[in-house]
């Protein structure tokens, strides 16, 4: 199973950009695929976004959808979700999770390896 470890949370104000990374701890997240999850104060875990293993293919959700954008660099095994525009419905626990199929040109439709989680908060 794959450790992963989200970077890069923190507090920003309304409007601002934050920048996540997505990594293993205990080997390159290369050629894997990986979705992005966040969970709001008193709400349920939502899906938010997800790319493939060679990057080809990226999904959104609406409400994120212009705003976030989802890459990859194989080469140093990271994941990242660049986020701009943010708001304070934003703030929440933000997740990397994969299915551990790698190689995979789509992106996942169910997950297996989770990370932690970081704190993202927006403030108004």
């Known amino acids: 199973q794959l450790q992963l470890v989200e970077s890069g949370g923190g507090w920003v104000q309304s409007g601002g950009s934050i920048k996540l990374s997505c990594t293993s701890s205990?080997?390159?997240?290369?050629?894997?695929?990986i979705g992005w999850f966040r969970q709001a104060p008193g709400k349920e875990r939502e899906w938010i976004s997800c790319?493939?293993?060679?990057?080809?293919?990226?999904n959104y959700a609406d409400s994120v959808k212009g705003r976030f954008t989802v890459s990859r660099d194989n080469t140093q095994g990271t994941v990242y979700l660049q986020m701009n525009s943010l708001t304070p419905e934003d703030t929440g626990v933000y997740y990397c999770?994969?299915?551990?199929?790698?190689?995979?040109?789509?992106?996942?439709?169910?997950?297996?390896?989770w990370g932690q989680g970081i704190q993202v908060t927006v403030s108004s």
């Open positions: 790319i493939s293993s060679r990057g080809g293919v990226t």
């Open positions: 999770a994969s299915d551990g199929d790698r190689y995979s040109p789509s992106c996942p439709t169910t997950y297996r390896d």
């Open positions: 205990q080997r390159y997240l290369d050629y894997y695929p």
